[in-house]
């Protein structure tokens, strides 16, 4: 830390401003930290678990620091508390002095800090000793945190694109980097699953996995620990059919107010405001209008909404939440078309008269859900948190607001809804104690008040309305909710919650998951059942306008800003494309070129582009499939475009066309440099490191192969359709240079091509070209087929593995892909690699020669290979499936993201030095010229 931190207590209060409770200190400072914890909505749970781990991480002694992990990942239901916990976790990391990189905030107001601004935040790696901060949610992963196994990180991300990392089908991720993600994320890692309530199928995925790290080979769990949160915890929801043992032993922190209250270490400050919030008052009545009465609720609602207050309304649906907005934006008493207020009943009469103020007409109306492009739903956020203007606030919102909002409202309306939901609602009202005052009695009152909106009184209506809830759960909570007269805290009744678990995931599916190899007619394993509700899973569209019956092909229009993305829930979305026919697309990366979306084929956490003739979404209303309406695409910044498709193709070589020319020798000795410098930061069992360190030495061999060295431009002369074509000749020193390893590749800077690169596809070549080709399979079979001496032999098998996944495209199967060359005289082939291929004698670095080796693709056959170099030898996938199940899964993409890593960033580094070098050269120029 910056500062030599004495206590708990003291980098508390430097982080967040406020003193720390005991229950906070406990969670920080035990020697086996709770993995169920129960605290009440409000009183710091989030602050609890991201300085706790800091404490242990930085603050406390070193056998604290060994038992926690070095990443915190934080996984919530909703991205709207993901925003806030990102803001938070910045805040705090950033008051101790122990945020990578920089981080911009607003002016300071009353001697406070003043608020970040997330958005100027970049972390940097060179800040040995400083944490970095990523947030994984639709449109956001914008930093490659995969890239730094050995450095201290907070992930923050929603549960969908966490839970689905974790099971190796990464949403919105490229295929290629599953694995890293995968291995990295069941390894030493501190998850905190908050908010567990609202987690549906993903709570039993989170205790399934928990149990797998415990039950497929590894050691201590892989490092990994877990701690479920939640209000209205009950430890029965974790008890999955191989979870269920391991949760005997799980430790448990519930809060307890007259416990807190005796601490002698609670401060008087800590002791006024958790008094406050504990005893805030909540009164609570059903409301007049029930839920399929929107605009009688519009009434009623404007008739209680008190001047300069916030009033909150939480229903369960975007459908009715668009439509209580519309209906309140009619009621408006500054509306000059409305004419429904002055029919109003005299029960809303009376309201209106009990609220103390007219309806006012300058009131703010706000409408939040989570199907909004980030630049709506954040004004819309801001307008909901900001002060209540003299008139106030009124804030429409589905359950994004439920829970992990720091907001507060005077007034609250809310649908019927589950018992725990319920409870988290009401914890947005008079949330501090703010709205409770002495009467002239000397009496606790409040000007605080809540509202439940009852079912439907017609049966049929009533079934329909209850969606997305089970009948059941809403029918029990409105029960509860008749004997209720105030919600606060130290009212609520203690109450014992049923989870039941739909669809659990078991250790073959898992290892299934393994393989990322899409099946023969291209299509992935649905996980979608296990990472959270089906009817509330997403894809990502965006919208574009663009002249000619498809989309423009070059490279531009598959980079997008998170600003363009919307979410969209995958029903909807279905129904949509089959309305709006040829109107939306998909990049196929297999054939790089963008095809019509058949609704058929569209499956959760995809990205989709959408003409914006077809409409689909307005700008105060979010996503709306029966809009027609013309969209106006987002503008963004060239800097702010990323390629959500990068690293798809199978022919893609991103990592070979890096700015600079190197051969394999150079760069072979580089990623040597990086993997030992990343081993010597982890604690890797006997024979893990000397296998990381051989197959680095080995992974880029099979760039020798012609195909590979033919894709780079020489000064080639070919003829194709009758036409001659030179190519681009390469710098002196490289020409005619058959070991090259880097090359640069096309420049492209504000969506122009600037630079053309020396980069041609693998089957350029009119003969001798072929499509698919993967450098890494070559390297990989050549290992396999050295003679004794150059590899250990009980090594062979995971060197081999480890070189074929250095770039996530060769794993457990080796076969051939759609419209691959064939070699013509029924030899093996696959991946561009054929039967007799010759891989000549190069230099790897360090000293080592490989020799000219013939390759053999027999090990892609079933059943022991029959021929020479490999007699009696297993085939490919049962060496490679005898490896996944002897070190486990977890423990084996691991590896692979470490050895991947050490390779990325010896690439980065050697982009970087020959920019510096370049811009050196630039300068030089400049002031020789400035002289002469």
């Not at 070979?656 to 410098?677: L, N, R």
Request: hydrophobic share 35%; with cysteine; aromatic share 8%.
């Amino acid at each position: 830390m910056q500062r030599n931190f004495a206590t708990f207590d003291e980098v508390f209060e430097t982080a967040t401003g406020t003193p720390s409770y005991p229950f906070q200190r406990r969670f920080a400072m035990s020697a086996d930290s709770p993995s169920l914890v129960s605290v009440p909505t409000g009183l710091g749970k989030t602050a609890m678990v991201v300085v706790g781990w800091l404490w242990r991480r930085f603050g406390g002694d070193g056998d604290l620091k060994r038992s926690t992990p070095r990443r915190l990942v934080y996984c919530l239901p909703m991205r709207v508390l993901v925003e806030q916990t990102r803001d938070c976790a910045l805040d705090w990391l950033d008051a101790v002095g122990l945020l990578s990189g920089k981080l911009g905030r607003e002016p300071a107001e009353n001697g406070k800090r003043g608020r970040v601004v997330a958005h100027t935040y970049r972390c940097d790696p060179d800040a040995d000793g400083k944490i970095d901060v990523h947030v994984l949610m639709g449109g956001e992963e914008t930093d490659e945190w995969d890239v730094y196994p050995e450095r201290d990180a907070i992930i923050i991300g929603t549960q969908d694109m966490l839970l689905s990392r974790a099971l190796n089908r990464g949403y919105a991720a490229s295929r290629a980097r599953w694995p890293m993600q995968f291995g990295l994320l069941n390894t030493d890692c501190l998850w905190i699953f908050d908010e567990i309530q609202l987690m549906g199928a993903g709570l039993a995925t989170t205790a399934q996995i928990e149990a797998f790290r415990r039950l497929l080979p590894g050691k201590d769990g892989h490092g990994c620990r877990n701690v479920w949160m939640s209000a209205t915890l009950d430890k029965r929801w974790l008890e999955t059919v191989d979870f269920k043992e391991f949760l005997k032993n799980q430790s448990e922190l519930r809060f307890d107010f007259e416990m807190e209250m005796k601490d002698s270490s609670l401060s008087n400050e800590a002791r006024q405001t958790l008094e406050a919030r504990w005893t805030a008052k909540k009164p609570l009545v059903r409301a007049e209008a029930t839920m399929d009465q929107a605009d009688n609720l519009a009434k009623e609602i404007l008739a209680v909404h008190k001047r300069a207050t916030r009033t909150i309304v939480v229903v369960n649906t975007v459908k009715r939440a668009c439509e209580l907005f519309e209906a309140l934006s009619s009621n408006s008493a500054g509306n000059p078309k409305n004419s429904k207020l002055g029919r109003k009943s005299k029960k809303i009469g009376e309201l209106e008269k009990d609220a103390g103020a007219p309806v006012a007409p300058n009131t703010r109306l706000v409408l939040l859900h989570s199907r909004f492009r980030p630049r709506d739903r954040n004004r819309a956020i801001e307008q909901a948190l900001a002060d209540p203007p003299p008139d106030g606030t009124i804030l429409v919102s589905t359950q994004v607001i439920e829970a992990g909002v720091d907001v507060s409202a005077t007034t609250l309306f809310t649908e019927l809804a589950p018992w725990a939901s319920l409870v988290q609602r009401f914890g947005r009202c008079n949330r501090r104690g703010q709205d409770d005052h002495l009467n002239e009695r000397g009496e606790k009152v409040s000007d605080a008040q809540i509202f439940w909106i009852d079912l439907p009184k017609d049966a049929k209506k009533a079934k329909e309305e209850t969606r997305p809830y089970e009948p059941s759960a809403l029918r029990e909570a409105g029960g509860r909710l008749e004997k209720c007269h105030d919600v606060g805290l130290a009212e609520l009744p203690s109450v014992k919650l049923l989870f039941d678990h739909t669809h659990v995931i078991r250790r073959k599916d898992l290892i299934d998951l393994f393989d990322t190899t899409p099946d023969l007619a291209g299509n992935d394993i649905d996980i979608d059942r296990y990472v959270r509700e089906i009817e509330e899973t997403d894809v990502r569209v965006f919208w574009r306008v663009w002249d000619g019956d498809s989309p423009p092909s070059d490279k531009d229009w598959r980079r997008i800003a998170r600003e363009e993305l919307c979410p969209a829930p995958i029903g909807e979305f279905r129904d949509f494309v089959k309305v709006k026919r040829g109107s939306v697309w998909r990049w196929d990366f297999l054939e790089g070129a963008w095809v019509r979306v058949d609704a058929k084929t569209v499956y959760p956490g995809q990205t989709y582009l959408i003409n914006a003739e077809a409409g689909g979404y307005k700008s105060d209303h979010g996503w709306n499939p029966k809009s027609s309406e013309k969209v106006t695409p987002e503008k963004t910044e060239s800097s702010a475009l990323t390629d959500v498709w990068a690293e798809k193709s199978y022919d893609d070589e991103p990592l070979s066309g890096i700015g600079c020319w190197q051969t394999i020798a150079e760069h072979t000795d580089q990623v040597c440099a990086q993997i030992s410098g990343i081993c010597a930061s982890l604690h890797l069992c006997e024979d893990e490191r000397p296998a990381l360190e051989q197959a680095v030495r080995w992974h880029d061999w099979g760039k020798v192969h012609h195909v590979f060295q033919n894709a780079i431009d020489d000064g080639q002369a070919i003829s194709r359709a009758g036409e001659a074509i030179s190519r681009r000749q390469r710098p002196n020193p490289w020409q005619g240079c058959r070991t090259v390893a880097k090359a640069p590749d096309k420049v492209w800077k504000n969506g122009r091509l600037m630079d053309s690169g020396w980069w041609r596809r693998y089957d350029w070549l009119p003969n001798e070209g072929r499509k698919h080709f993967r450098h890494e399979l070559a390297s990989a079979l050549g290992v396999l087929g050295l003679p004794d001496g150059y590899i250990a032999a009980d090594l062979r098998d995971l060197v081999a593995y480890l070189i074929a996944a250095h770039h996530g495209k060769v794993r457990l199967s080796i076969r051939s892909l759609p419209r691959e060359k064939r070699p013509g005289n029924g030899l093996r082939f696959a991946r561009g690699i054929w039967e007799g291929d010759e891989l000549p004698a190069v230099e790897l670095g360090g000293g080592v020669i490989a020799p000219a080796l013939k390759l053999s693709l027999e090990p892609m056959e079933l059943g022991l290979c029959e021929y020479e170099p490999f007699t009696g030898q297993p085939s490919w996938a049962e060496r490679m499936t005898r490896l996944r199940d002897n070190l486990g899964p977890f423990n084996l993409s691991y590896l692979e993201a470490i050895m991947r890593a050490a390779d990325m960033r010896a690439s980065r580094a050697a982009e970087q030095r020959e920019a510096q070098k370049l811009n050196h050269e630039a300068d030089h120029q400049r002031k020789e010229a400035v002289r002469g």
